[in-house]
């Protein structure tokens, strides 16, 4: 149920409930609190503000608890962001005290106030370089405080105490999750925005729209963009540059990243990077770092601002959000961009494994079928109404996670 704007019931799985008891297994229950909401969040299209007060307080604290074992303090600050930081950390802090963690409560306030007191020096804040003396203090006392009173078991045993907890057998989780996202009268609405928006972002984010730019000018055939990873600084052709780590169709590659445009390499990974519980000096002498290998493509600023430019002249994004749907293909693809004039341009959809070729045109969206001819067309008045129902979606959303 829906009760003063918010789902009153979280759910889990019983078998989540029933290690709870046992300290040494209570992060299961809290995993299936994060899971849970991680689960409606996505699938039910659910704000912060509309979930259950007590579920998101653990999501936060869990979240808190994460980051500064991962890189502390400072990482916590940095991979949040100022603009997210004070709504996290209020939640967390709450759920702290609800929890009975008093150490960690305070470590947290005291967080907050050193980042109010110097906003500069908290926006430097990275988890590996710039850690500030502050940081680094509060992060040996947290530490001390998880060696006398972890937080897991804490969480646990203040979850089992939920009265909107609703342990069900695993094999009923799915089709919960569902039941809750079907209580939203607006759900349809949001999903189309929401899926919508990630495609928008792929076309218009400077970083993405090169990478699937670059993709895309691969010859003779573009290959297909299915991931973007990290970025980090490499030697490339002799210089130093920005790369980012892609996943095609055709294996890994690289994307040099730069004002003038894009260029993407082969990547040869000659040997796995071994993980963390893998390390040791013999792992790390037989360790062959990955290779640069044959450039594949290049293109230009303009070509790659152009793309950006029609995407959004066009109603891209929609189009092949609405093409999808009514093709009857799960709407979430990963876009190449292929080819573009002043006018249109075309794209690659891959979703579920199935490539889609999409031109968005000023009057049309199709999708080329068999000999070039349209498989499937919507005209710009189908387009411009099914952006008016992701507008639905997006206006009935909260900004805040």
Not at 37 to 51: D, F, K, P, S, W
Not at 99 to 105: D, E, R, T, W
Request: proline share 4%; aromatic share 6%; net charge negative.
């Amino acid at each position: 149920m829906i009760v003063d704007g918010r789902l009153s019931t979280v759910v889990v799985s019983r078998d989540a409930v029933e290690a709870a008891h046992k300290p040494e297994e209570a992060h299961y229950l809290v995993d299936a609190v994060v899971d849970y909401v991680n689960a409606i969040l996505h699938v039910g299209v659910y704000t912060r503000r509309e979930l259950p007060i007590a579920a998101i307080q653990a999501y936060h604290a869990d979240l808190y608890l994460a980051q500064i074992n991962n890189g502390g303090h400072s990482q916590f600050i940095s991979n949040i962001g100022a603009e997210m930081l004070p709504t996290t950390s209020e939640d967390a802090l709450a759920g702290l005290k609800a929890m009975g963690a008093v150490a960690q409560h305070q470590i947290l306030q005291e967080m907050m106030a050193w980042v109010e007191a110097n906003p500069g020096e908290a926006a430097a804040q990275s988890g590996f370089y710039n850690c500030a003396a502050t940081l680094d203090a509060l992060d040996t006392r947290f530490y001390q405080a998880e060696r006398q009173q972890p937080m897991t078991p804490l969480a646990a045993r203040w979850i089992t105490g939920w009265p909107e907890l609703r342990p069900v057998a695993r094999e009923q989780y799915t089709s919960e999750i569902e039941r809750l996202a079907q209580l939203y009268p607006h759900l349809l609405a949001r999903r189309i925005w929401q899926n919508v928006d990630r495609i928008r972002f792929q076309m218009t984010d400077p970083l993405q729209i090169t990478i699937a730019a670059a993709c895309g000018a691969v010859v003779p055939d573009p290959e297909l963009k299915l991931a973007v990873r990290a970025g980090f600084h490499l030697d490339v052709e002799g210089q130093k540059c920005m790369a980012f780590g892609v996943g095609t169709d055709k294996g890994s590659r690289i994307c040099v990243v730069e004002d003038v445009g894009g260029r993407l390499y082969e990547y040869e990974m000659r040997s796995p990077i071994p993980k963390p519980e893998q390390l040791t000096l013999e792992s790390l002498k037989n360790f062959q770092p990955p290779v640069v290998g044959a450039r594949l493509s290049v293109v230009d600023a303009d070509t790659i601002r152009n793309f950006s430019r029609i995407a959004e002249k066009n109603l891209a994004a929609e189009a092949i959000d609405l093409l999808l749907r009514k093709s009857d293909l799960d709407p979430a693809a990963t876009i190449t961009a292929i080819r573009a004039t002043d006018e249109s341009a075309t794209w690659y959809a891959v979703t579920g494994g199935t490539r889609t070729t999409v031109a968005t045109l000023g009057d049309r969206a199709e999708i080329a079928g068999s000999g070039g001819n349209a498989s499937l067309t919507v005209t710009r008045d189908e387009i411009e109404r099914h952006a008016a129902d992701a507008a639905v979606g997006r206006d009935t959303m909260q900004t805040e996670m």
